[in-house]
């Protein structure tokens, strides 16, 4: 019997959730196993399925130590279901059931509102493996291969975890959605994946990285929401899930830093001073500091949309619920119930951005969105230490919160990085200048050719500074198997 710290291996499926005492949910996860393993070789990453790739497995849920190293095939990779331990006597810890016991069954009267949130969590796990699913093919190192099949297969795990709560508390409804998590496609006409963002392309790298940093940081954001939720199981879900998630950041965090740190060093070599030189910096093999920007751009602004709208009754309801709290809930100090409180939101009114007090519980899409890109400048500082180290006179930045929108206040005007509203016309002639165009595609493209000889990278990026579990420069991350 699982103890909540360590894991039941001995099943299909390996858990802390006393699977094997639980006839009914074993079954239904070992009937939806099957078309996931299939959804896994359809849609998961493209070659390399008899590779042996260095992957961490969750073996327990302490935090002082939860995982093991090893050469694994993917296919092969143990998903499991792990839920954080259950903290005793864990009570409500915002909205209008404040203080009263965590919820350890589905409260009846919010079984739909926890279902969707569910499910739109569930979404984004398969959908992001399908995004990146043809990386492996022009991976700059076997290092960075090795994290890209880390973060997917932990992607698949954090499906599985969504599974289990849609089998185990929501019956036939649960089973359907657990089904249909298999039959959307990212991109797909008829059956996209449910968020905007998560039906873009990943042509490149340099995409990963960005999608790694920025959309990987929307999913730490929306899970501490759901960490903090009454209903206790989700609430231990999301916290494992988030253990995993840190280092997806890292990947994307420490990726665009070896982009720029190539860039500059390659700059100073060649004695170019001009970071808009760009034909000249292009020669040079490596990707200028305003292209980068262009990919911050769009995939911030992407990303953004993931928050939803800035004035939503769908977070105030789940918030009043006692379903999804806000960042850090547990060390905030307020009355966690915000009925008298008012929140400033920035609106776009006729023609012009006006800041409005709104009543705080419609605003929490919004309030996780600024907590979220509080943490977004905090890596974008990072690799601005590096540009000015070299001495180069150039800072990366976000755009304007504005600027590239298709949810809330702004998705129906336009504006450039700095918040300038533009007309229709002047969007059109600018829009090359601000997102990445044709061209700049092309000129990534050209760069991304596999590098699979041990501890070699690609041209375009810096090597990282350590090795993952301390391994040396030279390690061999995938066994490639063709
Ligand atoms: N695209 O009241 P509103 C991750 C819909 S990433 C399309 O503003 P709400 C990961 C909305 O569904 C984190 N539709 O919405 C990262 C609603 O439709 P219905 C994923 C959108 O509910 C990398 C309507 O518009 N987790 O984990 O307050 C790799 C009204 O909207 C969009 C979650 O998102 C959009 N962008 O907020 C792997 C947490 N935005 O219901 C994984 C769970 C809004 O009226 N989800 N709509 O038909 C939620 O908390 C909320 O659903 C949202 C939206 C924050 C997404």
Redesign the pocket.
């Known amino acids: 019997m699982p103890d909540g710290i360590n894991i039941d291996y001995d099943g299909l499926i390996p858990n802390n959730v006393d699977l094997a005492g639980d006839a009914r949910v074993r079954k239904a996860l070992e009937t939806w196993h099957p078309g996931y393993i299939d959804w896994w070789k359809d849609m998961g990453p493209e070659g390399f399925q008899e590779s042996l790739v260095y992957l961490r497995t969750a073996i327990g849920v302490d935090p002082k130590g939860w995982a093991k190293f090893d050469y694994v095939k993917m296919p092969d990779y143990k998903w499991g279901i792990l839920l954080a331990p259950k903290v005793e006597g864990r009570t409500i810890p915002f909205g209008k059931h404040k203080g009263e016991p965590a919820w350890q069954e589905v409260p009846g009267e919010y079984r739909a509102m926890l279902r969707?949130?569910i499910t739109?969590?569930g979404d984004?796990?398969p959908?992001?493996v399908e995004q990146q699913r043809h990386l492996g093919a022009t991976a700059p190192s076997l290092y960075d291969l090795r994290n890209l099949f880390q973060v997917n297969v932990e992607?698949g795990r954090?499906l599985w975890a969504m599974v289990y709560l849609l089998h185990k508390y929501f019956g036939n409804d649960g089973r359907e959605e657990a089904e249909e998590l298999l039959a959307r496609r990212s991109g797909h006409q008829d059956t996209p994946r449910?968020?905007?963002?998560f039906n873009e392309a990943t042509p490149d790298w340099l995409s990963f990285f960005m999608?790694t940093f920025f959309?990987?940081r929307?999913?730490k954001m929306?899970?501490e929401?759901?960490a903090q939720s009454g209903f206790d199981p989700l609430s231990r879900t999301c916290r494992f899930m988030l253990t995993e998630e840190a280092h997806?950041m890292f990947v994307g965090d420490s990726g665009v830093q070896r982009v720029v740190e190539r860039t500059v060093e390659a700059m100073r070599d060649a004695d170019i001073t001009d970071p808009h030189d760009i034909a000249a910096i292009r020669a040079l093999g490596v990707i200028d500091l305003p292209t980068i920007q262009k990919k911050i751009n769009l995939h911030f602004s992407l990303t953004l949309?993931?928050?939803?709208?800035e004035i939503?009754?769908?977070?105030a309801n789940?918030f009043n619920a006692g379903i999804?709290g806000r960042y850090r809930e547990d060390k905030l100090e307020d009355d966690h119930a915000l009925l008298d409180a008012t929140y400033p939101v920035l609106r776009h009114v006729s023609g012009q951005f006006v800041t409005e007090e709104v009543p705080a519980l419609s605003a929490l899409?919004l309030r996780l969105r600024n907590d979220y890109v509080q943490d977004c400048i905090s890596g974008v500082t990072r690799w601005n230490r590096v540009i000015e180290k070299a001495g180069i006179g150039f800072k990366l930045a976000l755009p304007h919160v504005a600027f590239n929108r298709?949810?809330?206040e702004f998705a129906g005007i336009h504006t450039d990085i700095d918040g300038n509203i533009l007309d229709e016309a002047v969007w059109q002639a600018a829009r090359d200048g601000m997102l990445p165009n044709d061209d700049d595609a092309a000129y990534i493209t050209s760069l991304m050719v596999p590098v699979t000889e041990n501890g070699k990278f690609a041209g375009w990026i810096a090597p990282p500074k350590m090795g993952i579990d301390n391994k040396p420069g030279d390690f061999e991350y995938v066994q490639i198997v063709a």
């Open positions: 969707r949130l739109v969590q984004t796990e959908a992001s992607e954090h449910m968020l905007g963002a999608f959309t990987d929307d999913g929306q899970l929401a759901l997806h949309d993931l928050f939803g709208n939503s009754t769908n977070a789940a999804k899409n298709a949810i809330g």
